[in-house]
């Protein structure tokens, strides 16, 4: 069970827009910045969002992060079918005093 | 550009200790108020956090974890390194060593490429 939710799966088709979202609580989205990753098979997750909503240099503006209160989320714009993977955000949990993660976000460009 | 590169072996029996060490190359990891940490992740599973140090030793870890598992730096090595006791085959899993930025912030902006460790007899 992890600390942060995501919907397991997400659909779309190329071209078009997707979202992911991530809930936490108070003590981590609530308190500190979320982050997004990007994990294709076989490889290390790879940061597509930092500080909530900032990318960085080398990730396409087609990839957006927003934040409110306890949720955050993960947006992207042009799907192409280079962009199915797996992906997580993550944040720090002040009450647990731990990295957490959510479950994770396979999406899938139809 | 930094690098980081886990080590260690793959292969560890039930009940044994499983060590790693995570080599950082490319700049200090003295440099800078970052965290080094160790995240795992089993087979088609999300992923989990271990555990992190930064470079005055100071140490927070999963609370779970936190009776078997150790994490420590060696600054003029340049690496940090994980040991994790009395290991099931739950333990099996792809461990990543990664940078971690300073709070509120928090991102883990370097990855090693993992390195999978199987607990089996």
């Known amino acids: 069970q992890s600390v942060l939710t995501q919907p397991p799966s997400v659909s779309a088709a190329p071209g078009q827009k997707v979202t992911i979202s991530c809930s936490g609580s108070s003590s981590n989205i609530g308190k500190n910045h979320v982050s997004w990753y990007q994990q294709v098979p076989g490889a290390a997750p790879k940061v597509l969002i930092y500080d909530n909503d900032k990318r960085p240099s080398g990730v396409p503006d087609r990839f957006s992060g927003s934040k409110s209160g306890t949720s955050a989320t993960l947006g992207i714009t042009g799907l192409q079918t280079g962009d199915e993977a797996d992906y997580y955000c993550g944040t720090w949990d002040t009450g647990l005093i731990t990295g957490v993660f959510g479950g994770g976000t396979k999406l899938t460009v139809l | 550009q930094v690098q980081l590169q886990e080590s260690g072996p793959g292969l560890v029996k039930p009940s044994q200790t499983l060590s790693l060490t995570c080599t950082v190359s490319?700049?200090?990891?003295?440099?800078?108020?970052?965290?080094w940490s160790w995240i795992r992740q089993p087979a088609g599973k999300g992923l989990d956090w271990i555990g992190r140090i930064n470079t005055s030793g100071s140490t927070n870890y999963k609370p779970s974890l936190k009776s078997r598992v150790t994490i420590s730096v060696d600054t003029s090595q340049n690496q940090f390194s994980l040991k994790l006791n009395s290991v099931t085959a739950a333990d099996t899993a792809v461990y990543f060593c990664?940078?971690?930025?300073?709070?509120?912030?928090?991102?883990?902006?370097?990855w090693g490429r993992g390195t999978l460790v199987t607990v089996s007899s």
């Open positions: 990664a940078r971690m930025h300073p709070l509120p912030g928090g991102t883990y902006d370097y």
């Open positions: 490319g700049g200090s990891i003295s440099s800078g108020d970052y965290h």
